[in-house]
């Protein structure tokens, strides 16, 4: 089957630096996707990686290892506007979104 | 600005009373989906429209239907609402050009309430 693994909940300091890990087990691979979702709202869009590497966006980063199957999104200078779910996507062979349930992130003053 | 837009964005049924959702688009994408998204869970895909054609999920409940009249519009009926059909319904819209896919862009998503 598919599948993708991401923490449930994380919790930060405002100002600090978060890393949240994503781990999928795909039929094929087309690229990663990491959505933000505030509560309430539809997730919007942060990054795509296709290639091994970073992907540096502003404050947001994103990783990816194809071969490890793994990536992350790296968030820098956190402010409290951060506080949401953060949802890990993946095309299959087939162009096929497959979602992570997505890592609720918690900012603290 | 180009967009996705849905109406409404909160809807308050009753057991068993037919409701459509809607959404549209100006983005000109030719692909146009439909994700049912309960609390904390993933967003589950209940089908997509590749222009016309029309792709069922295959655990998608006779329930819920779909029209998608023109490249612009696409409705999600669900004919029969049951409780455990409360969730927020989110349309999302991508592009697929000569076998090149491209992000997929959600509307803000109509949260519905079945009473």
């Known amino acids: 089957g598919q599948n993708i693994d991401q923490p449930t909940e994380m919790t930060a300091t405002e100002g600090a630096i978060v890393q949240i890990n994503c781990t999928y087990q795909t039929s094929g691979f087309n690229g990663l996707f990491w959505y933000q979702q505030h509560a309430g709202e539809a997730p919007t869009f942060l990054s795509y990686n296709v290639l091994d590497g970073l992907e540096e966006k502003g404050r947001f980063s994103s990783f990816l290892s194809r071969s490890k199957g793994y990536s992350y999104l790296l968030l820098k200078e956190l402010q409290m506007k951060d506080s949401a779910s953060y949802l890990c996507a993946v095309w299959d062979s087939n162009y096929q979104l497959i979602w992570g349930a997505g890592t609720k992130l918690i900012i603290k003053p | 600005d180009a967009m996705v837009i849905q109406n409404p964005r909160y809807q308050v049924t009753q057991f068993g009373k037919p409701v459509t959702l809607s959404c549209s688009q100006t983005?000109?994408?030719?692909?146009m989906y439909w994700y049912q998204q309960k609390s904390s869970q993933a967003p589950k895909l209940l089908f997509h429209y590749y222009d016309k054609d029309f792709n069922n999920e295959a655990d998608t409940p006779d329930n819920f239907q779909s029209r998608r009249p023109n490249t612009s519009f696409c409705f999600l009926d669900i004919r029969s609402p049951g409780l455990g059909d409360a969730a927020m319904y989110l349309c999302?819209?991508?592009?697929?050009?000569?076998?090149?896919?491209?992000?997929?862009?959600f509307g803000p998503g109509t949260r519905l309430l079945v009473l």
């Open positions: 983005l000109n994408h030719n692909v």
């Open positions: 999302a819209t991508s592009r697929e050009n000569g076998g090149v896919w491209e992000t997929q862009y």
